[in-house]
């Protein structure tokens, strides 16, 4: 699996309206600009195509920053 | 023997949307930022005398003006809606009364949201080859926005009222390929209307509770956005895998994949995740927002009047949605 940064990296480049290398593994995803459900719908689809990891809303609601996106992917990809 | 789409009309409700009329009425969004967060400019909205079957009726009269079809010729019609004119009787004996079409033929309704396209389309293809009938007119017709709330953001700015027909006929060479269907009703809680019919009907509270919005008396059309998604992501990739394993053919040998329209992002996740190339790829919601069971033979007609789809064509046509419900097929020209 990436390591944590690149997961940041290529995050970034899912939106739009982020500026590269402006997010860090605890960010709060909520707050990238213009964050909307449309937004964690993109995150959700970035994690199925890259890591075959489908989250769910409970996923979504239990995760603050980046690094708790990551945490819960390597949880899921472990078990 | 086989059979064939020989021809698709479609009709848009009268009412045209913008994003600038929809920011007006949402000033929290801004005209640029729908467009930019759904992708679709212009949505189409029915009045309240003018429901599904109506549009259906006017996408047939055109079928017929369009096309050598006689009312006559017709031997068996499927229509497709989640808009009924009463539960009882079904909606397709009214239709074939004010078609004016033949007394001894088949009638049948076919309540199936956006799978219903690709649902009627395997319908269709089993009545012809079973030897039932040589001409099928399919009858679409939704009517969302008359189920939408609305002061509900996401329904009003993603779904568009619309009314389709098609007319299948025997052939002699099979050009409708093997239809795979599915189906998980326990995704009913995802996407249903709520307060609709006999289960759970209409009552004194829900009047008052929505009495400044008419009372909804048609029932309200409630969404679960994540889980729609969701499921799209899990199901149509694998639909998709398995259209192209019944009717022996690889990822590469369909020249256009017609997913029911269900939104930009559902789409554009379902292309990113097949690796399908944009060429391949049709997008028709833009213009015309989801127009649920309308929104694939919409997209196969503007697919044939851009050139994207010709003789010798394999179309991928896969709708999905409300159930949950999926089917699927290809498309030979």
Redesign the interface.
Known sequence: MIDENEFVRLLENEFEDVEEGSLKPDSSYREIP?F???Y???I??FI??EFDV?L??ED?RSTETIADLYAIIQKKLNK | MGCKIKHITYHLASEVISNEDLSFEFPEFTAQ?IYK??GIKKRYRTIESVIGSDLAYNAATRLFEETELQRDDVEFILFCTEGLDYIAPMTACLLQDRLGLRQDIGALDLPSGCSGFTNAVGMAKAIIESGQSTNVLLLFGDTPGLVSHPKDF?LRSLFSDAGAAVWVVKSKENKIGKVVYGVDGSGVKHLFVDQSCLRNPPNEAWFEKNKEVGGMPRGQMKMD???V??FS??KVPVLVDNILKKNDLQIDDIDLFVFHQASK?IL??IQ??LKISDKKMAYYIEENGNTVSVSIPLALKEAEKEGRISKGSKVLIAGFGIGFSWSGTVLFY
Do not use: C, E, P, Y
């Open positions: 213009n909307s459900s449309m964690a719908l993109i959700i689809a199925d195509n489908l769910t809303g979504l | 930022r967060n759904g996401v956005g994540l889980g998604f969701r992501l899990k992002i554009k996740s990113r995740k």
